[in-house]
């Protein structure tokens, strides 16, 4: 971080060329406001809140959802989009405990004003070091400026939750140039986030039961894709019932076909992306050099990730 390099991705108009659509980040609770917003206006939806999922039982024809505060629900098709610690998940492939990667990520927004110095409204921008780096953007339309700032824990302890502290944040981040010091001087810390995913699994669904999200597919932060693969998610499983009509198992296969390979190259390409940025030394300097010597607009290595894909119907009509 105390390096002058600058290597550029044209996330502007040669990105909305290339794909047709812009890039586009955004607040999480913008995001998932709108998310609620369209579910209260939805007249088939009903939204419950705090109650917490102890047991699935696989009905074959439908499922039975048990919470703590002894209610049941019957239903004849549950999507598990329970997230990381996903009780769906454990009754369909019993994986054991998330992968902690002994990163931890403090995070939070600020009023653009309160910045003294940004790229910009138009920029996303990463600051990388060894084992470390800081990402900056604007979001709701330029009026917050947020800030996550990441680094890999030289005291983790497995047994232990005393572990990427604030003091080491600041410790860690206090041989680093002027801008960030000045930014992590800003950033909130009263919360840590300790960074987890899990491998890929081959099956998410049972008879009428799958898998959605980050039960699904966890995945680390540094792609950006949690919530958009999630998002991708969604559109398959409806798409994929569409097609199927009344055969919901067949359905749900469609779907878990249509997104595991994917999503499962996220969730990998994320951990390697990780590596990369989180260089020292030597190998620092290889990709550094790598990078000074790609394009702006050499959009080929993020295709997979970017590029308009085929949607569910398709490819399944494709492969007939």
């Not at 989009?81 to 405990?97: E, N, W």
């Not at 960030?180 to 890929?200: E, G, L």
């Not at 049972?206 to 894709?225: E, F, K, S």
């Not at 749900?252 to 990998?268: D, F, H, K, N, S």
Request: charged letters at 25%; a negative charge; hydrophobic letters at 40%.
């Amino acid at each position: 971080m105390s390096g002058k390099q600058v290597t550029a991705l044209d996330l502007g108009e040669k990105f909305r060329q290339a794909y047709g659509y812009p890039y586009l980040v955004t607040h999480r609770s913008d995001l998932l406001a709108a998310l609620l917003a369209a579910c209260r206006a939805h007249a088939g939806i009903t939204l419950e809140t705090s109650k917490d999922v102890i047991a699935i039982v696989d009905l074959e024809q439908g499922a039975e959802v048990r919470c703590a505060d002894g209610s049941t629900y019957r239903c004849d098709t549950l999507i598990g989009a329970d997230g990381l610690h996903s009780t769906v998940r454990r009754m369909i492939a019993d994986d054991g405990a998330p992968v902690c990667s002994e990163y931890v990520a403090y995070r939070g927004t600020l009023p653009i004003e309160r910045m003294p110095e940004h790229a910009g409204l138009d920029n996303v921008v990463m600051w990388t070091g060894h084992d470390m780096h800081l990402v900056q953007y604007p979001v709701r339309r330029g009026e917050l400026y947020n800030q996550v700032a990441v680094f890999k824990s030289y005291n983790f302890d497995p047994a232990s939750d005393d572990w990427g502290t604030v003091d080491e944040l600041e410790a860690r981040f206090a041989g680093a140039c002027a801008p960030v010091r000045s930014a992590i001087a800003m950033i909130h810390t009263n919360r840590r986030w300790p960074m987890y995913d899990r491998d890929p699994i081959a099956d998410w669904t049972r008879n009428r039961i799958a898998l959605l999200g980050d039960a699904a597919h966890p995945m680390l932060q540094y792609l950006a894709q949690g919530a958009a693969q999630a998002i991708e998610d969604a559109g398959a499983l409806a798409d994929a019932l569409e097609r199927h009509g009344q055969d919901v198992p067949q359905a749900l296969r469609a779907y878990q076909e249509a997104r595991r390979l994917r999503t499962a190259r996220v969730q990998l390409t994320a951990r390697w992306f990780g590596d990369i940025i989180h260089l020292g030394h030597v190998g620092a300097d290889v990709r550094n050099a790598l990078l000074a010597a790609r394009p702006h607009d050499g959009f080929s290595p993020v295709d997979w990730l970017y590029a308009p894909r085929q949607g569910t119907a398709q490819r399944e009509e494709e492969a007939r």
